[in-house]
């Protein structure tokens, strides 16, 4: 196995570990709602600061649920991963066009106005 399969085997087990742990060890049970997002802890942890608190502003979009909300959430983690997806792999393919491009000739493009190996055979004896 190899050192960079290592790591990786590595890095996945800690994220598993990382996502397995607070089930296993029963994190949270004490809550009505354990694994609530970070918006509502926070609201929590600000009326029980200030209860007289008024935000500033109010959501544009009030889902009727929380599993609208956390489909919401899914759906828009989703497109964003989507989206980096495509970015990286148009990169990759593009490299990848590039080199083989590059191991085809000398790299130019046909019509560039440069003298390739076609030019320099009638000029030389």
């Known amino acids: 196995m190899s050192r960079n ?3 990786n085997t590595l890095l996945l087990a800690i994220v598993a570990a990382l996502a397995a742990l607070p089930l296993a060890l ?3 049970d004490h809550k009505e709602e354990p694994f609530t997002g970070a918006d509502g802890e926070a609201e929590t942890a600000i009326t029980e600061i200030a209860p007289d608190y008024e935000p500033w502003f109010a959501p544009l979009y009030e889902p ?3 599993e609208v909300e956390s489909a919401l959430f899914a759906l828009q983690a989703a497109l ?3 989206v980096l997806a495509y970015y990286f792999g148009l990169r ?6 590039e080199a083989r491009a590059a191991a085809a000739g000398d790299g130019r493009a046909p019509g560039s106005g440069s003298a390739g190996a076609a030019g320099s055979v009638g000029s030389g004896a």
């Not at 990759?92 to 066009?97: A, D, E, L, N």
């Open 26 to 28: 029963g994190l949270g």
């Open 80 to 82: 964003g991963a989507g």
């Open 64 to 66: 009727p649920s929380g």
């Open 92 to 97: 990759k393919g593009r490299r990848q066009g």
């Open 5 to 7: 399969a290592k790591i």
